[in-house]
């Protein structure tokens, strides 16, 4: 049979026999499936083990009747149309038979064909019923996605400002830059009109405004949010001073907690240009070590708990980033100091050598700055100066030691010098740039240097400086195989290896320092 002619399951309940028959045998004809009950208590017991589609009752019956099943049904399955059927038709029926979730009230004897509209309109109608429920449902889980929906967008969003933050404090180089990174990220990140970081001074108990960032179109509207240091902060932002936020600053050193202000509700808690407000402690292994504060002063965004949560997230991530930082520079200047160690150990052994690299870094770092070199280069020539020789350290002492003139075999072992130097510099991970100039520190202008021979500016700039340095030192120094050269041979060898070892722009600079007596006042400093 074609499922689509399977008509629904009826169920007729009535303690009168020859109704149930013709019923049964009429609407079967029709197509329907019916089951019949003589009365309520049976017609439960097949509610319980089939699906009925509708049922019909009459009302007066033995055990349970009409009202009673219809009462049921409605708690059983409230989506079930019931009809009911009597002879003996009142208003106190009626009435109740509605109050039960009846759907029809027909009256004996009944017309089969009126029977069958009937049914056919209570169909209709529970079809209807049935799918605005799902209708309902559907428009319910429609703004459940929705709602689901945003609250991913925020959760996303939130990420995205955490994201953010981590990135923003994962690079830093120096701890400055920590205080500035925060008081910007709380104005870019937060939305704030001004951001300012009080560090606290333990001995006095002073807060002190040490870094400051406000949004472009804050106070001034030209040009990206500005740090300044402490003694501008408080002629750009007079807030940063004022008493009442002074006062809120030590209750929150006090307190070692969070504060939100909302709302400037004009208390006098907050000054008056101020509508909105935060504080946080920033905290190194539990330590206070300073204050974050956010302002808003213009505008209709206010601060909220998640605005708060945000900049103790800032908070917190910078001072780990300070803590980092700290560490960081504990193990690299621990690390130059042991092997600065071992090339005072080197020069210790040879008395000739002693102070060696200690002169040519200043003479090299004299040099660079003449030369208008960035203080990052300076102190990557300091680095590289103080540990050019290094290397010395894989080369036997009677080599090293000897004096007079070294033969072929031995000088090739002494070239390698730089080589190891550098390798020793590699196995450490840091350093990259002071590594190179290590290892070229014996290279010349002409290419005829070691170890590989580079040629003009292929050689590190800094190694050009610092070569000229070194052979400086070394031929104005006493030497165990000679003393030191006099002043018309020293000049000679220097500006005569112009563009055969050195780079002649740097024996201009190296030959007016020398006239200006300021390589002699760097070398007596040095000793
Ligand atoms: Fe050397």
């Not at 106190?92 to 009937?118: A, W, Y």
């Not at 102070?355 to 003479?363: E, I």
């Not at 290590?438 to 400086?465: M, S, T, W």
């Not at 000679?492 to 002699?520: H, K, N, T, W």
Request: charged share 25%; with cysteine; aromatic share 8%.
């Amino acid at each position: 049979m074609n499922p689509e002619a399977i008509k629904e399951t009826v169920l007729f309940v009535d303690d009168e026999e020859s109704i149930l028959d013709i019923a049964c045998t009429y609407f079967r004809s029709r197509g329907y499936q019916v089951l019949t009950a003589s009365n309520g208590r049976e017609a439960v017991d097949i509610l319980s083990k089939n699906r009925i589609d509708c049922c019909f009752t009459d009302i007066n019956m033995p055990e349970m009747d009409g009202l009673e099943l219809a009462e049921y049904i409605r708690k059983y399955d409230n989506t079930m149309p019931v009809v009911v059927m009597t002879g003996y038709p009142s208003l106190d029926n009626t009435i109740q038979t509605l109050k039960n979730g009846v759907v029809d009230f027909l009256i004996k004897p009944i017309n089969l064909s009126q029977m069958e509209i009937c049914i056919q309109r209570v169909f209709r109608e529970r079809k209807l019923f049935t799918e605005n429920i799902i209708l309902s449902k559907e428009v319910e889980g429609k703004a459940r996605l929705e709602k689901v929906n945003n609250e991913l967008m925020c959760k996303n969003k939130e990420l995205g400002v955490i994201n953010r933050i981590m990135s923003d404090f994962s690079d830093l180089h120096e701890s400055s830059d920590v205080f500035n990174q925060l008081v910007d990220s709380a104005v870019m990140l937060i939305h704030a009109d001004a951001a300012c970081f009080y560090l606290l001074n333990e001995s006095t108990g002073q807060a002190i405004p040490i870094a400051f960032s406000k949004a472009n179109n804050f106070i001034s509207s030209s040009g990206s949010p500005k740090q300044v240091n402490a003694c501008d902060s408080s002629q750009l932002f007079p807030l940063s001073e004022d008493p009442q936020i002074h006062t809120l600053v030590f209750d929150v050193v006090k307190d070692d907690q969070p504060l939100l202000i909302v709302e400037n509700n004009g208390s006098g808690c907050l000054p008056d240009g101020i509508l909105s407000f935060m504080l946080v402690p920033l905290k190194i292994r539990n330590k206070l070590m300073g204050i974050l504060s956010a302002l808003i002063c213009q505008g209709e965004c206010r601060f909220s708990e998640k605005e708060l949560y945000y900049l103790s997230f800032m908070a917190n991530k910078a001072a780990s980033a300070i803590e980092s930082l700290a560490l960081y520079e504990n193990i690299y200047n621990n690390l130059l100091a042991t092997l600065y160690a071992f090339v005072k150990a080197i020069e210790a052994r040879d008395p000739y050598t002693k102070q060696h690299s200690n002169r040519v870094t200043r003479l090299a770092l004299a040099m660079a700055k003449v030369m208008g070199c960035s203080s990052e280069e300076q102190e990557i020539l300091n680095v590289a100066g103080l540990l050019h020789d290094i290397g010395k350290i894989g080369i036997r002492d009677e080599i090293l030691l000897k004096p007079g003139r070294l033969n072929s075999e031995e000088y090739d072992i002494i070239k390698q010098h730089p080589v190891i130097g550098a390798d020793i510099m590699d196995n450490m991970g840091l350093w990259h740039r002071e590594k190179q100039i290590v290892r070229c520190h014996h290279e010349r202008f002409d290419g005829n240097g070691y170890p590989d021979k580079l040629k003009g500016e292929q050689i590190p700039f800094l190694a050009r400086i610092l070569s000229i340095a070194d052979v400086y030192d070394a031929i104005a120094s006493d030497r165990a195989y000679r003393k030191r050269m006099d002043e018309s041979k020293i000049l000679d060898i220097i500006f005569g290896g112009a563009g055969s070892q050195f780079d002649p722009a740097i024996i201009d600079v190296f030959r007016r320092m020398l006239e200006s007596g300021e390589v002699a006042h760097v070398m007596a400093d040095a000793d």
